[in-house]
């Protein structure tokens, strides 16, 4: 049966090649482009799209073309339709509508639903990835897969509005290349297939489910993935029970220790090289910080237009060559005696001086409920998890310009949206204010949530307070987006004795300079405008000041003064 489809349908595509007028889905330019980047691969890639026989599901008739696209592409493109339930979907567990494999017979690669929006990306880097035959994993990260022996199925649970989706996907399909058959690497769109979303108890996307036993939600680091596909297990606490020190790390004195790897440290470990300072660069998550929940960059010198882990990505390499760089961090304490001293849950780094670029992080509301539901109904990303709410009814909290852009972004999405601010007046620019007036999006100002509730996985409504009156009013939704400003991660430096500004960003000087002597601070956690390109020339200026300090110590000098 599969074999006879296979030679229909390469006929078929063969003669609608050369169709010069048939329809396309993907746009000229876009094919154009496609077309220059197919002509690097190198393996012939089979396109597997099964349908079912439902007239209603445009989605099948979408997948199938969008296949037969790709295939008038390039020669080395194929594409061999199937039926839901005839004999390869049954060979290769394909049970829903539309779904679509790769070179099935050699690997288990597949998407289940159609390849809208930004899982477009992963569907092209997944063909280029199968064509050259490599992985392109790490030898971190092939070390650690080349333990595993049984079989791991990785489904992947995305929207098409999700930036981080796609390369959470393509680390299941890098696993999933690196060990052939023995990973299935599924992407999911969580939109088409509402009861399989809510059964997977899917509120926030990428989220990812390894053999149905494991959950995690949010985009990983490479090697991170790879451990927890592994072990099943949070990688933290496979590293506090199995982490082994580093022989040659052993009792060393770092020049310079960095704690935050967006882009205020990784450019303040860069210049601290350049400068013949050792450095490390520890952070408590992932490398890049805010920017890798940024889905494009416009405003950072040199690029038009960058996407956020784009960037993140070129900003990592760059330090790479110059710092180690250690994610996942659990930092606990910092203290100052001969040397400082950064504990984290695995071991104690020393350095002569320290930067903090520890950044900022989403201010919650702070009331009942919403720990509860975060990542099931609360939110603070409406790129990510807008599309899970299409059609439903959701409140967005906030009046700056963050607060209207996501509001503005959820109306496009057919949302019923509804601003809930606690004062009386909205603070974010006037063409912001004007748009979300144009779009007839309410808001009820002077008002807060006092509480979310709704049953053990699902939002149902929240209890509102309006701050003149003090009168409480019950409010039905499906879902809280917060967007209420940052706090900064400044808790380690007040420890410290770090003085900090009023709104608890630490207090430096023109030199990232702090009150205390080899302790310096750079980016987001300074305060200011919060711009990237700040942030770069922060971690720049502190990693200099570090230096010309470790030089000739001011402190010292000062002391003999004192003294003398």
Partial sequence: MASSSKSNTSSTSHETSNTADEHWLIPEEARNNLSELFKQLKRTIELHVVTDSDTENMFNGFTLQFALDMSRLSPKISVIPHKLGDEFSQKHDVQLSPSLLFNPEKYDIRFTGAPLGEEGK?????????????????????????????????????????????????????????????IRAECIDSDEFPDL???????????????QSYHRVGLLPQERFCLEL?????????????????PEEEGK??????????????????????????????????????????????????FQSVGGIALVEILTAHTREYSNIRENQAIQ???????????????????????????????????????????????????CDGYMFRGKHVLMVGGGNSALTDALHLKNLNIDVMIVHRRDTLRAQKTLQDAVEREQIPVMYNTVIEKIYGTETTVQGVTLRNTETGEQTEHPCDGVFIAIGMNPNSQLAEQLGVALNPDKTIHVDTTMRTNVPRIYAAGDVNGGV???????????????SAFEDLQHPYWASEKESGSS
Avoid at 230 to 246: F, H
Avoid at 281 to 300: A, H, K, R
Avoid at 532 to 539: E, N
């Fill in 230 to 246: 592994l072990m099943l297990r949070d990688a933290e606490e496979v590293l506090r029970d199995q982490i082994q020190e580093q």
């Fill in 122 to 182: 992963a569907f092209i880097e997944t063909i280029l990835h199968l064509s050259l035959g490599k992985s392109s994993l790490s030898e971190t990260s092939k070390t650690i897969l080349a333990e595993l022996h049984e079989h791991r199925q990785v489904r992947v649970f995305s929207s098409p509005g999700c930036p981080y989706c796609p390369t959470q996907f393509m680390n299941a399909v890098q696993a999933a290349i690196e060990r052939p058959l023995l």
């Fill in 197 to 211: 979303t809510k059964q997977y108890g899917v509120g926030s996307v990428p989220h990812t489910s390894f053999n």
């Fill in 333 to 383: 304490h910092v203290s100052i005696n001969d040397f400082i001293e950064v504990q984290t849950a695995e071991r104690v780094y020393s350095g002569k001086a320290l930067i903090f670029a520890t950044g900022t992080e989403w201010r919650p509301l702070g009331v009942e409920g919403e720990k509860k539901y975060f990542g099931t109904g609360v939110t603070h990303c409406a790129s």
């Fill in 530 to 544: 919060r711009q990237i390109v700040t942030a770069v020339s922060d971690g720049a200026v502190a990693a200099m």
């Fill in 253 to 302: 004195i770092y020049d310079l220790l960095i704690l935050g790897a967006g882009p205020a440290g990784l450019t303040a470990a860069i210049y601290a090289k350049r400068s013949g300072l050792d450095s490390m660069v520890l952070d408590n998550s992932v490398i890049g910080g805010q920017v890798m929940t940024t889905p494009v960059v416009e405003n950072y010198p040199g």
